[in-house]
């Protein structure tokens, strides 16, 4: 199956600090990419949607401000955690849409720790 | 409403079958998904299936839908230790994927 990296896999901050997590599709172009938070032993809940060349789509209820989204080229989407605090600790998955396969294929996820 | 259920757990002895049962909403939806998730790891892409079909087998796997009822089953055949994981269905919907709780397969040697 195609190939989805995160940059970095973990990371620990320190509160008031910003943390940026970048998704890469290895062996396809992605137009759209999506970023999702998950909670232990819970499912993924969707952040947003990550187009290429335009603004990302916020689900409710996920600070656009807090949670910034660039999807500069076809195989890179980052998203920035600004001003991080202990609640913003999650596990960060990104995917990305194969419109080849009409498939979505996941990204290793980051394990952000604030402190 | 999007909703997508599963069981929140199941526990096999090796070398038996698991049957992972799913139901969801949107009767629109293209595409099912099945996913693996390991401890610590992102999802992995297990298999799919388009709405028009009804059976899909591969390998040990072999996914099953009732578009009637809404029900999505994953069947994995000779189930080894190393399929101990969380198995999350997911249905497509206006091209985001709407994900299950879930459920925790146990396998006991």
């Known amino acids: 199956g195609a190939v989805v990296s995160q940059h970095p896999s973990r990371v620990i901050c320190k509160s008031g600090t910003s943390v940026k997590i970048e998704c890469r599709s290895l062996?396809?172009?992605?137009?759209?990419m999506f970023w999702y938070r998950q909670f232990p032993k819970q499912s993924l809940m969707l952040m947003a949607t990550s187009n290429e060349g335009s603004k990302a789509t916020y689900e409710q209820g996920v600070e656009k401000d807090k949670f910034l989204i660039n999807h500069a080229s076809l195989t890179l989407s980052t998203l920035t955690v600004t001003s991080a605090h202990p609640e913003d600790s999650s596990f960060y998955i990104c995917?990305?849409?194969?419109?080849?396969?009409?498939?979505?294929?996941f990204g290793p996820g980051t394990r952000l720790l604030v402190l | 409403g999007e909703d997508v259920e599963q069981s929140l757990f199941l526990s096999v002895r090796e070398g038996d079958s698991s049957v992972i049962n799913c139901t969801y909403t949107?009767?629109?939806?293209?595409?099912l998904y099945w996913y693996k998730q390991e401890p610590g790891a992102g999802l992995q892409l297990l298999t799919y299936i388009f709405s028009n079909m009804d059976m899909k087998q591969d390998q040990r796997l072999t996914v099953l839908l009732n578009k009637k009822d809404k029900h999505l089953s994953l069947r994995i055949a000779d189930t080894q230790t190393g399929d101990s994981a969380i198995y999350f269905c997911a249905e497509s919907m206006g091209g985001k994927l709407i994900f299950g709780q879930g459920t925790e397969l146990s396998v006991k040697p």
């Open positions: 995917s990305a849409w194969d419109r080849v396969g009409e498939t979505q294929y």
């Open positions: 062996d396809f172009q992605a137009t759209t």
């Open positions: 949107d009767s629109s939806s293209t595409y």
